[in-house]
């Protein structure tokens, strides 16, 4: 029997996928509404009437039945869901997580980090692969700082256990422990480091895409400014025309009173 490769995506696996997000949709209708249908139809079908309304009260006890029955098998599955998917993203992660796994780890992502894979994705397709990337790293680095403390936990309770033997000699343990515990905050302090770089990484790649969206919505804004100064709206082109229609008319009006001269000159 061939095993499944750990850390690696299976057919099996796209395909439950795709099963637990369409389930919901369909579980609810096939539940919920088939005795409903059942009895009302019986109910438009029916002659007597003590007979139609003894349909028409199962139908609304189906209802309320089925859509209980709905709702409870809907909050079963959203529970397995989730289940179902933190082992698949524990196993994606057991190798390390790839850009292209990053998608299995939303839940594990901020607010802010989805809203900017959200945005470079669409303004910023090489912004976003590298933004991808760099979240992969930060998520292995979360798990490995994760899973070393759990590791310290347990050595440092052996290590409390062994010490507390009164009768054996446990020197060659205790330096097994030890050199464990060593190791595991080694492994620790690493992983912190590139947890650092990698959120260092992030804040990089967010000011560049925030800076990128606002200059091409700034530069939007602009050429709309421009053009609306270009072309003034037809309200104030008129306004403008009056304007000077009104000038020109009071211009030759002021200029024939002067060219006529003061009344009551000499005969």
Do not use: C
């Amino acid at each position: 029997m061939i095993q499944e490769t750990t850390g690696k995506l299976t057919a099996k696996d796209k395909k439950l996928a795709k099963f637990f997000k369409l389930i919901p949709w369909i579980a609810f209708p096939l539940i919920a509404l088939p005795f409903p249908i059942l009895f009302s139809f019986l109910f438009l079908t029916s002659a007597a009437t003590d007979t139609a309304a003894v349909y028409l009260l199962l139908a609304g006890v189906g209802l309320a039945l089925g859509a209980l029955a709905g709702v409870l098998v809907l909050i079963l599955l959203y529970i397995y869901r989730g289940r179902w998917l933190r082992r698949l993203s524990d196993k994606l992660a057991a190798d390390g997580i790839t850009a292209s796994e990053v998608v299995w780890f939303t839940q594990e992502l901020s607010t802010a980090e989805r809203k900017t894979l959200d945005e470079t994705g669409i303004h910023s397709p090489l912004l976003a692969d590298a933004y991808r990337e760099t979240l992969a790293s930060r998520l292995t680095a979360s798990r490995v700082i994760a899973r070393t403390d759990k590791e310290l936990v347990t050595v440092r309770s052996r290590i409390n256990r062994a010490r507390g033997l009164a009768g054996p000699d446990t020197t060659t343990l205790l330096i097994d422990l030890e050199s464990d515990q060593q190791q595991l905050q080694s492994l620790k302090n690493e992983a912190h480091g590139r947890l650092a770089e990698a959120r260092a990484r992030l804040q990089t790649i967010e000011a560049a895409a925030s800076r990128s969206l606002n200059q091409a919505e700034t530069q939007a804004m602009l050429r709309r400014l421009s053009a609306t100064q270009e072309h003034l709206p037809l309200v104030i082109e008129m306004d403008q025309l009056e304007r000077k229609t009104l000038q020109e008319a009071e211009r030759d009006l002021k200029e024939r009173e002067s060219s006529l001269g003061p009344p009551g000159g000499r005969g």
